[in-house]
Structure formats: structure tokens, C-alpha cells
């Protein structure tokens, strides 16, 4: 499988010449299946980029695409409508969601409604499907995966994709406990070849006096922790804050590869051979 970032910003995209080292799209990233299909985490501004490289890949046969949502806070929707591969006739495009059908579909389709956008998701001529995700395991395109319930305002999930020994585990929006591990995600995460982390927060900015606890978010240092109790093979940091430079991320990163060995900065176009 191959993992690759199109959007590692949280919150809001940012355009700004001291970000464009880690990126100023916000959350997508895409896993090429066993199968060859195409497995799209999350539908942030970065998925634009990544739609317009399908196009030019498309073949004949079309595109069959697979998105899975974690939540619907607009950062992980906001690049839906400007998804290219919607308006093709020849995309088959599965959406899981921790919802019912209908109100994923409703959601994403009131991004395009009324006064918000110019087409409506009626307007589409791709084949679109709506499923809810489930809680037991399933395959998807020859890759098994996993969700897990995040502590986040409004919920969200956590993903584990996995093929030939091989795994992925997407932990994007979560707020670790007051004390200690989130235990659940550990075990959820246990073993996983790469474990992509919510860092948005420094410990500083989180802690007493930043006001920051309760938002759904994490910090690098929690990241750290939770890598080292799950035993994963890396850590790459990701959800960046909007505010935060690449040096500032650059200083980041070297911490928490102080404190965990193996660990890495989510950057756009970043790739992983899993």
C-alpha cells in the first residue's frame, strides 16, 4: 500500500510563504489499496490536489474511490464540492461515515446548497454511495479497517487500514485524559507500522493558562507517549495549527524525536510504502 498526504493542517488552511514547508491544506491524505483502488481519509481542502491527479490518471474504466470520514467539522469537509472526480460520469465513489446515510448525505450536501456553492451535489454525475461505518472490522478494496471513537467535540473516529502484516492508524482529532494514555486508542493502535497523531497543540500552549483543554485536541509530547505504549513503528505528527511556522513545527519535530526515536512531521505530498 501507499500512503501519501495532501493535507496536514488543522483547523483552517493557510497560505503564508513561512508555511509552506508542512503545507497550508487542511486534512486529506490517500492510500493506494492492494486492489489499486484509491482510499481517500478525510475531505479537507487538500483533497482538490488529489482529485485533480486522479483525473489525470483516470483510465477507461474509471475511478472506483472509497472516502471515509472521521468527523464533519468543515476542516475535514471543506474540499468536497471542489473534488473533481464528483463531476466525472465514470467515478464510483463509496463514502463511509459514523452516521447514517442520509445525514452524511445531507451534510456534505448543504456545503453545496443554496448560496454556498454554485452546483448542487444533485449536479454530480458520478455514482456516489452513503454507508454508514460499522463497528466490526471489514475489507475494503483488499485492506482490512478499523475504527475507534476519539474523545472530540461533536465525536469522531479513528481509522486503521492494514494489508500483509502492514498498518496505518489515523488519530487526527483527539484530546488525550487529564493523566496518563488514552488506553483505548493504545490498544486500537497497538503494533501499527505508523501511527499519524494530532499534534495542533505545543504542552505549553494546552496546559494551565492556554486554554486550550477541552477542544478536542492533542499535543506532540501526548503523541510521544501514546507511540511509545502502542509500540508503533513511527509517529507522524500532523493537524497542524493554523498559527504555527515551519520553524516553529521544525522545533516541534525535534522534540518529540528526542522523546520518541522515530518520529516525523506530516508534510503535503509526503509518502509512506507500507
Not at 472506483?64 to 468543515?74: A, C, E, G, I, P
Not at 456545503?111 to 471489514?138: T, W
Request: glycine share 10%; charged share 20%; proline share 4%.
Amino acid at each position: 500500500m501507499e500512503l501519501e498526504f495532501w493535507g496536514v493542517r488543522g483547523t483552517f488552511p493557510v497560505s503564508d510563504k513561512e508555511k509552506m514547508k508542512y503545507g497550508g491544506h487542511t486534512p486529506c491524505a490517500s492510500l493506494i489499496s492492494p486492489q489499486g483502488e484509491t482510499i481517500i481519509i478525510d475531505g479537507g481542502t487538500g483533497i482538490k490536489n488529489l482529485g485533480n491527479e486522479l483525473i489525470k490518471q483516470s483510465r477507461e474504466e474509471g475511478l472506483h474511490l472509497y472516502l471515509l470520514l472521521t468527523h464533519f467539522h468543515l476542516d475535514h469537509i471543506l474540499g468536497f464540492p471542489f473534488f473533481a472526480p464528483l463531476y466525472s460520469s465514470r467515478t464510483f465513489l463509496t463514502i463511509y461515515a459514523p452516521l447514517e446515510p442520509k445525514e452524511t448525505k445531507k451534510y456534505l450536501a448543504g456545503l453545496m446548497g443554496g448560496r454556498y456553492y454554485p452546483l448542487s451535489l444533485r449536479d454530480a454525475k458520478s455514482v456516489v454511495v452513503f454507508k454508514k461505518l460499522e463497528e466490526k472490522n471489514f475489507t475494503l478494496s483488499g485492506a482490512q479497517v478499523s475504527s475507534c471513537a476519539l474523545h472530540h467535540p461533536q465525536g469522531s473516529v479513528a481509522y486503521r487500514l492494514e494489508s500483509g502484516g502492514k498498518s496505518v492508524v489515523f488519530a487526527t482529532d483527539t484530546e488525550h485524559p487529564e493523566t496518563g494514555i488514552d488506553e483505548k486508542l493504545a490498544y486500537f493502535a497497538q503494533g501499527a507500522t505508523h501511527l499519524v497523531y494530532d499534534a495542533t497543540y505545543t504542552p505549553e500552549e494546552y496546559g494551565a493558562g492556554g486554554g486550550k483543554q477541552g477542544w478536542g485536541h492533542s499535543t506532540w509530547l501526548e503523541g510521544t507517549r501514546l507511540a511509545k505504549a502502542a509500540k508503533v513503528g513511527e509517529l507522524i505528527l500532523s493537524h497542524w495549527n493554523p498559527d504555527h511556522s515551519d520553524q516553529q513545527l521544525d522545533e516541534v519535530v525535534a522534540l518529540a524525536q528526542k522523546e520518541f526515536r522515530s518520529s516525523c512531521g506530516a508534510q503535503e505530498r509526503l509518502k509512506r510504502f507500507l
